[in-house]
């Protein structure tokens, strides 16, 4: 029992790392990119946050991005192996286009969890460690202190920027 709280863990931690860049690498802290990220940016600003980190929260509200991506990943890796990572991508980037979002942070959040769920899978973890870990991952960014989280979210930008 303990050993799966530790994986638990270790895949929060490991998607927490892998959405946060992915997302930082494709700009996400930048600009408010669609319809609702850059009030949710200004909102968290009036609030006392970061206006950078701000809006890479709002972008994480309002579209699929890298988070999305990985938890879609990771269920899909769960339900169908490694095709079932490759169609979570696939729904990510129709999802994107959707919400007329150019970008393609949660496609590419999308493969790189389909491969490093696979790859952790020879490790001893599975995929219900990732999607646990996701859900996690996700609420220490938008379910714990947002002002914080945008601070440190607007930190790791200005280091990109």
Not at 30 to 37: E, F, I, T, Y
Not at 122 to 134: A, C, E
Request: aromatic share 8%; with cysteine.
């Amino acid at each position: 029992m303990l050993e799966e709280y530790g994986r638990i863990l270790i895949a929060a931690a490991l998607t927490w790392i892998l959405f946060v860049s992915v997302d930082i690498f494709w700009r996400l802290p930048q600009k408010g990119g669609v319809s609702g990220a850059k009030a949710i940016g200004d909102l968290i600003a009036r609030r006392g946050g970061n206006r950078n980190g701000g809006w890479m929260m709002g972008n994480i509200v309002s579209s699929p991005d890298a988070s999305a991506g990985t938890l879609l990943a990771a269920c899909g890796v769960f339900v169908a192996g490694i095709p079932g990572g490759i169609a979570a991508a696939l729904l990510v980037f129709i999802g994107n286009r959707i919400c007329h979002d150019p970008g393609f942070a949660g496609t590419t959040g999308a493969l790189i969890a389909t491969a490093v769920i696979t790859l952790s899978t020879q490790f001893g973890f599975i995929p219900s460690d990732f999607i646990v870990g996701t859900v996690i991952a996700i609420l220490t960014i938008q379910g714990l202190s947002l002002t914080k989280a945008s601070h440190l979210l607007g930190r790791l930008w200005r280091w990109r920027a």
